[in-house]
């Protein structure tokens, strides 16, 4: 079975999904929170995102509000219906009190809007990072 | 006892804002008072009065959101339905995070409002309700003798009464005379009942 970690580079990383069509949102998502500890896995689709979870389990899952499959705040309700709870963080570049109200109604724990999402992200993120490095150590 | 009506307590720096809301919720049969600052409402805030705050999000002096978290300092439990404007969103997260019911953008639609007012009227309704029912329950516990207050402690953990004359060291008998009367005295219809009662009791503590 699995053997138990003694060094900290031996430890799987910790997961955090973006889910957003720019791949430059990706890209820049990735290296913000690379420095930090997580393995960041980008995905442009709410679908690539739901086939994902049914082998691994993120610490964290950022979604940007406007997807080509399916509204972010209806894969938030997804993620709810299925039991999943994971911290999950909204992104998105409407400037919308309904919008916010709705995804933190729907379990996000923020909602960011674009295009300065870096500090924000950091705030929520990295404790989140920290938490699960932790927990499997 | 005499209780007064549900209040919609209107908050915002805007006379024109506070004097349309004033008369659109009248006119609806609404009881509405209004404040021109958030310090003005915290020094007439009484908790005892039942209604929701229509709160502007965003006023010189002591905000909104300042206004929200110093509610939630003295435990108030009044449902906040607050106005934001454009470019409001990074507030409005902070206000949900921090407990918020709702929200309505300016400009907004009368019937918007209203409607909103009324769910809030609602979940405060419901919140008080809960809070009598509560009371309720701690004052039937209180009434316990310090013996029958083991004994509850014990059933609710779901001892049996064999288990708990042996932890207690009485007879099965005398087990069985106390909490037939724990279940009259907290009024409960069955263990699950009363289960429930502690649980509600506690979790106001």
């Known amino acids: ?137 | 006892m005499k209780e007064k009506p549900a209040t919609i307590f209107v908050v915002d720096d805007d006379d024109a804002v506070r004097t349309s809301l004033r008369l659109l919720l009248r006119s609806v049969g609404l009881p509405v008072e209004t404040f021109g600052s958030a310090q003005a409402f915290l020094d007439a805030f009484d908790a005892e009065r039942a209604g929701c705050l229509v709160l502007d999000i965003r006023m010189p002096g002591m905000s909104g959101l300042e206004l929200q978290q110093r509610l939630n300092e003295i435990h108030a439990i009044i449902p906040i339905v607050f106005i934001t404007g454009h470019g409001d969103v990074p507030m409005a997260v902070e206000a949900m995070q921090h407990g918020a019911v709702d929200f309505i953008q300016k400009p907004f639609r009368d019937q918007d409002l209203i409607d909103r007012i009324n769910q809030a009227l609602e979940k405060d309704r419901d919140n008080r309700a809960g809070l009598k029912e509560r009371d309720a329950i701690q004052d039937r516990m209180r009434q316990l003798t310090p013996r029958e207050r083991e004994v509850l402690e014990h059933v609710t953990r779901g001892k049996a009464n064999k288990v708990i004359a042996g932890d207690l060291n009485v007879s099965q008998r005398t087990v069985e005379i106390h909490r037939a009367r724990v279940m009259e005295k907290m009024g409960a219809s069955s263990l699950a009942h009363l289960v429930r009662m502690v649980i509600e009791a506690e979790r106001a503590a």
């Open chain 1, 1 to 137: 079975m699995a053997s138990r970690p003694t060094d900290i580079h031996t430890q799987p990383p910790v997961i955090v999904c973006v889910v957003d069509p720019d791949p430059l949102v990706q890209r820049s998502v990735a290296r913000l929170l690379g420095p930090l500890g997580a393995a960041v896995e980008g995905y442009a689709t709410a679908g690539e995102l739901l086939a994902r979870l049914q082998f691994a389990v993120p610490a964290c899952i950022i979604v940007e509000n406007r997807l080509p499959d399916m509204p972010g705040i209806a894969l938030l309700q997804e993620l709810r219906a299925r039991g999943l709870q994971i911290p999950t963080i909204m992104l998105s570049g409407d400037d919308d009190v309904r919008d916010a109200v709705s995804a933190m109604r729907a379990g996000a724990i923020d909602f960011i809007e674009k295009p300065f999402i870096d500090r924000a992200l950091v705030t929520q993120v990295a404790p989140i990072i920290d938490a699960g490095g932790r927990s499997r150590g």
